[in-house]
């Protein structure tokens, strides 16, 4: 059980264009999903916290119009990479939180395999 | 603020020897403590994690973890590595709300035959 899916795993664009990952919960309800960055042999840096059905919200240094997020449902949040930069390749990865009685066991964060980023 | 430091960064074992990896917490109340392992190009998967009670928890893989409170401590054991367990270990704090984690730096472990 809490397995999340984050998709695509990989992927490889022009500098301009934006791309889109998204990351499912898929046995449970997450009402708080986060996004993270991980540069080469680095932690993960938590990029933004993001609630069902409200805005999310981004921590310091992290540009909301560069990083689009959406969690539209309690399984889908969304993470869109906007006007991508050679900068933004990186290592983004997905974790979901888990709600008592809902699958997922709370305080505990599920995470995706990860999305590596190419922007040529 | 809470942070965690992971002091090593690479360890190297010998396959069958025991492993401690250190953990390191800085958090004004009582954490909630996690070790989480990443294979290349992998996503995180939780090994094992302390919110209260018995300072001693079991985790998957063989992997046991203790909270020391009085050394702001969580290390992580196994008494016997095996080549699979080479990966990336790291520790992560969390507030008791549970929705902020904070992670270290990572440590590498490389299993030797």
């Known amino acids: 059980g809490a397995v999340v899916s984050q998709h695509p795993s990989r992927v490889i664009c022009k500098s301009g264009t934006s791309v889109k990952i998204e990351c499912r919960s898929l046995?449970?309800?997450?009402?708080?999903m986060f996004w993270y960055r991980q540069f080469p042999k680095q932690s993960l840096m938590l990029m933004a916290t993001s609630n069902e059905g409200s805005k999310a919200t981004y921590e310091q240094g992290v540009e909301k119009d560069k990083f689009l997020i959406n969690h539209a449902s309690l399984t889908l949040s969304t993470l869109t990479v906007t006007s991508a930069h050679p900068e933004d390749s990186s290592f983004y990865i997905c974790?979901?939180?888990?709600?008592?009685?809902?699958?997922?066991?709370?305080?505990?964060?599920?995470f995706g395999a990860g999305t590596r980023l190419s922007v040529l | 603020a809470q942070s965690v430091t992971q002091p090593d960064i690479h360890i190297t074992v010998s396959e069958g020897a025991s492993l401690e990896l250190r953990c390191n917490y800085s958090?004004?109340?009582?954490?909630?403590l996690f070790w989480y392992v990443q294979s290349p190009g992998q996503g995180l998967q939780l090994l094992l994690k302390?919110?209260?009670?018995?300072?001693l928890v079991q985790g998957i893989k063989g992997f046991e973890a203790e909270f020391k409170r009085s050394q702001s401590s969580f290390n992580l054991r196994k008494p016997s590595v095996h080549w699979s367990d080479a990966a990336e270990y790291f520790c992560?704090?969390?507030?008791?709300?549970?929705?902020?984690?904070?992670f270290g730096g990572g440590t590498r472990l490389m299993v030797k035959p």
């Open positions: 046995d449970f309800q997450a009402t708080t």
């Open positions: 958090y004004g109340a009582t954490p909630y």
């Open positions: 302390y919110f209260s009670g018995d300072t």
């Open positions: 992560a704090v969390g507030n008791n709300a549970g929705n902020m984690l904070t």
């Open positions: 974790s979901a939180e888990g709600t008592s009685g809902r699958g997922g066991a709370k305080n505990i964060q599920y």
